[in-house]
């Protein structure tokens, strides 16, 4: 059964930094893009960052581009969103996800998903 496990989320102030995790298992993933993205109230799901787990070539969403940056340790099978100089903007649930994708910002191309952990940004 695969799993996505998201951590670290939470509440920071404007300007501020935060690190999420997803720790993935239950399959191996050559292959696969793991992804994350958003969702905000009343707001549909966007894309925010991605990246292969076999390469390096990551990709970003504009509104994020030099403020947040995707990385992964594959030993730890584990992906990270850092998120620096963070907006009230940059409120929302953040969900990793995986998939065998070939538009990476489209959300419907993504097979597995986790639960998704708060972000909250105060002005």
């Known amino acids: 059964q695969v799993q996505l496990v998201e951590s670290g989320g939470g509440l920071v102030q404007a300007g501020g930094s935060l690190r999420l995790s997803c720790t993935a298992s239950?399959?191996?993933?050559?292959?696969?893009?793991m992804g994350w993205f958003r969702q905000a109230p009343g707001k549909e799901r966007e894309f925010v960052a991605a990246?292969?787990?076999?390469?390096?070539?990551?990709n970003y969403a504009a509104s994020v581009q030099g403020r947040f940056t995707i990385s992964k340790d594959n030993a730890k099978n584990t992906v990270y969103l850092q998120m620096n100089s963070l907006k009230p903007e940059d409120t929302a649930v953040y969900s990793c996800?995986?998939?065998?994708?070939?538009?990476?910002?489209?959300?419907?191309?993504?097979?597995?998903w986790g639960q998704g952990t708060q972000v909250t940004v105060s002005s």
């Open positions: 239950g399959r191996a993933f050559s292959g696969y893009v």
């Open positions: 996800a995986a998939g065998r994708v070939t538009i990476w910002i489209r959300p419907n191309q993504y097979d597995y």
């Open positions: 990246i292969p787990w076999s390469g390096r070539s990551a």
